[in-house]
């Protein structure tokens, strides 16, 4: 069992940046790929960026390629998404998820463990 903890979200200005963070406890952390998803009201959870359970491959969806980085700490049990330049569209509740698996995953069927979510609004 893996429990996951995010933080870090909040209230920020377009063109603004967040770092969240999700800090899991449990079972070995260094084992799993992370992912980052997020969920807007009245849509599905989508894909946003995931890294492979030893940082060394990372994914992200088209729409945040050069805006986000997905980061890992094994040592701190500790998974990054740093979000630059945002945007009102990136609004969402961002989740973090891992699975049982070394290499990373884009669709959330493919997660075993989630967090609760951290919420990010970007006003314009």
């Known amino acids: 069992q893996v429990q996951l903890v995010e933080s870090g979200g909040g209230l920020v200005q377009a063109g603004g940046s967040l770092r969240l963070s999700c800090a899991a406890s449990?079972?070995?952390?260094?084992?799993?790929?992370m992912g980052w998803f997020r969920q807007a009201p009245g849509k599905e959870r989508e894909f946003v960026a995931a890294?492979?359970?030893?940082?060394?491959?990372?994914d992200y969806a088209d729409s945040v390629k050069g805006r986000f980085t997905v980061s890992r700490d094994n040592a701190k049990n500790t998974v990054y998404l740093q979000i630059n330049s945002l945007k009102p569209e990136d609004t969402a509740v961002y989740y973090c998820?891992?699975?049982?698996?070394?290499?990373?995953?884009?669709?959330?069927?493919?997660?075993?463990?989630w967090g609760q979510g951290t919420q990010v609004t970007v006003s314009s």
């Open positions: 998820a891992a699975r049982r698996s070394a290499v990373t995953a884009t669709t959330p069927y493919e997660y075993d463990y």
């Open positions: 890294i492979s359970w030893r940082g060394g491959s990372t």
């Open positions: 449990g079972r070995t952390f260094s084992i799993y790929a």
